[in-house]
Every structure is written in C-alpha cells, then in structure tokens.
C-alpha cells in the first residue's frame, strides 16, 4: 500500500511547512509604500470632522464663493487648484470625476 492512498498520510505532506524566505529590499520598499498610503488614508479620516468644522467656521467657504461669483467662466476645480498654489500646497492635482449615470429603471 502507498503512503499517498491514506488520506491522513497525504494531508500531512500538503501542510509541511515551507521555509521561509526573506524579503529583498523592492518588496520591502512596496510594503512601506503600501503602509504610507495606509496611514495617509487613515488620517484623513480620523480629522475629517475637525477640518471640517474649521473650514464652516472660517470665512473660506464666504471667500470661495465671492470668487466663484465675480468669474462666472471658470470652473470650481480650477479655482481650488490655484488656491492650492497660493497657499504653498506642492504637487496638488485637484480633478473633478464624472458623475455615475444611474441606472435605467427595469420595467417589470
């Protein structure tokens, strides 16, 4: 009888563990990417509320719209991204996505 027709014989051999192997610098670089971005997101999140309560308190939102109001043509996103530049904020890319089309209602 062999070894690989009794089932528990076989499931010991596809569990053995392997080796390990340690990681080269590039994989290390892309896992420390990773995790910046990680963090990067997090915090975002954690002081969305408070940004957000200090922008509705400031005058910005007052001063957005007077711009907006006095340059009929231009468009928000451009706006924001030379107000970006203004304030020292390097490398901001400021896009606008399309909007979703919404789905056709299915007819029963």
Partial sequence: ?????R??????AATEKKPRKAK???????QVAKARAA???????A???????AVSKSSIVADFN????KLNEVKDVVILAVI??????????VTQAEPKPRAAKKTK
């Fill in 84 to 93: 970006g530049k203004a304030v020292g904020i390097k490398r901001l890319v």
């Fill in 7 to 12: 089932p528990s014989l076989a499931k010991k």
């Fill in 39 to 45: 963090l990067a997101a997090l915090e975002q999140k």
């Fill in 1 to 5: 009888m062999k070894t690989t027709d």
């Fill in 47 to 53: 002081y969305a509320g408070e940004v957000e309560e």
């Fill in 24 to 30: 080269t610098a590039a994989e290390l670089k892309a």
């Fill in 66 to 69: 007077a711009i907006k109001a």
